[in-house]
């Protein structure tokens, strides 16, 4: 049972390149997240699937796309990289359903823009 | 989702008890209160989450009062391996979404 994993762990990216990340969860879970973290603060929300075959816009969006593959993966598409996304990228997984439910995150994928 | 506010930073020592407060003015009836650690370079995990009153599992307590607009994470004894960042949300809904602050950055020293 691996979790949530991600790839790749590190990437640098040149401004105007695009890439995906890859996330894959082997829990069974339906709702599927990614965030991106910037140094000295917290998780912020960029996209999220509630469910295979939908996603929905977190609290910063702009500048990327998602899609929703299958029940177990996720990914996370930056079709021209710009400096500011320079961040760390975390994928996250949960039950869905009444309530809050515990979010399983992955290790995270360190990128560099320049 | 309701705003939390807790202190940047603490430090502690090596077998002491840690309470980190936090506030959330503006929680909503039905907002559960949850907090995460988070260790450099790795994802945030869970560590303990409840609606109101006291909570406790294998790692943590949670104390929520009764107007709760405020909560208090209690580390019994801490090691310097529970030298990480702590991160305290409310909210609810469907999708489990959460925002989370800054943190607090809890530092334990031998």
């Known amino acids: 049972n691996a979790g949530v994993t991600q790839t790749p762990k590190f990437q640098v990216l040149k401004t105007g390149q695009s890439m995906t990340l890859q996330c894959a969860q082997d829990?069974?879970?339906?709702?599927m997240y990614w965030y991106r973290q910037d140094p000295g603060m917290g998780l912020r929300l960029i996209y999220y699937s509630a469910s295979e075959g939908t996603t929905d816009k977190g609290e910063v969006p702009n500048g990327y796309n998602v899609s929703r593959l299958n029940k177990r993966e996720f990914s996370l598409r930056l079709e021209s990289a710009a400096p500011s996304q320079t961040s760390v990228y975390f994928c996250?997984?949960?039950?869905?359903?009444?309530?809050?439910?515990?979010?399983?995150f992955g290790p995270g994928t360190r990128l560099t823009v320049t | 989702l309701a705003k939390t506010t807790q202190p940047i930073s603490m430090d502690s020592y090596e077998g002491q008890e840690v309470n980190i407060t936090c506030s959330h003015n503006n929680i909503a009836t039905n907002d559960y209160i949850t907090w995460y650690q988070q260790f450099p370079s790795q994802g945030p995990r869970f560590i303990i989450q409840g609606y109101k009153t006291k909570v406790t599992n294998e790692v943590a307590s949670l104390f929520i009062p009764a107007d709760r607009k405020s909560s208090t994470l209690s580390l019994p004894r801490v090691s310097l391996s529970d030298t990480a960042v702590y991160y305290c949300?409310?909210?609810?809904?469907?999708?489990?979404?959460?925002?989370f602050g800054q943190g607090t950055t809890l530092q334990v020293k031998p």
């Open positions: 829990m069974n879970h339906n709702s």
């Open positions: 996250a997984s949960s039950e869905q359903g009444q309530g809050v439910y515990e979010q399983y």
């Open positions: 949300l409310s909210g609810s809904g469907n999708t489990g979404k959460l925002i």
